[in-house]
């Protein structure tokens, strides 16, 4: 099993840059991807980006260039740097993180950014 804590969401000025942290425990040993997801009213939950043991990155195209994944496997975290906010990246942001064999989801964190 493995356990995701998500820290670092809140209330944004348009334009900031705030920083998304994920911490894994548990059975980190086998986690390979690990990244984040978001979920606005009334939308679906959509990929933001993600990051593989290897260093492989899957970015959604709408946001490369103002989001950055980064992974520290020696801390099992993961952290999504965020810059140049608008008001449509309101979401609640979503740790992940999959094995082999299953998918992990944290509790979200909201991130509402003001205009």
């Known amino acids: 099993q493995v356990q995701l804590v998500e820290s670092g969401g809140g209330l944004v000025q348009a334009g900031g840059s705030p920083r998304l942290s994920c911490a894994a425990s548990?059975?980190?040993?086998?986690?390979?991807?690990m990244g984040w997801y978001r979920q606005a009213p009334g939308k679906q939950r959509e990929l933001v980006a993600t990051?593989?043991?290897?260093?492989?990155?899957d970015d959604a195209e709408s946001l490369k260039g103002r989001f950055t994944i980064s992974r520290d496997d020696d801390k099992n975290t993961v952290t999504l740097q965020m810059n140049s906010l608008k008001p449509e990246d309101t979401a609640v942001y979503y740790c992940?993180?999959?094995?082999?064999?299953?998918?992990?989801w944290g509790q979200g964190t909201q991130v509402t950014v003001s205009s």
């Open positions: 992940h993180a999959e094995t082999k064999w299953t998918t992990y």
């Open positions: 548990g059975s980190t040993f086998r986690l390979n991807s």
């Open positions: 990051i593989t043991n290897g260093g492989s990155t």
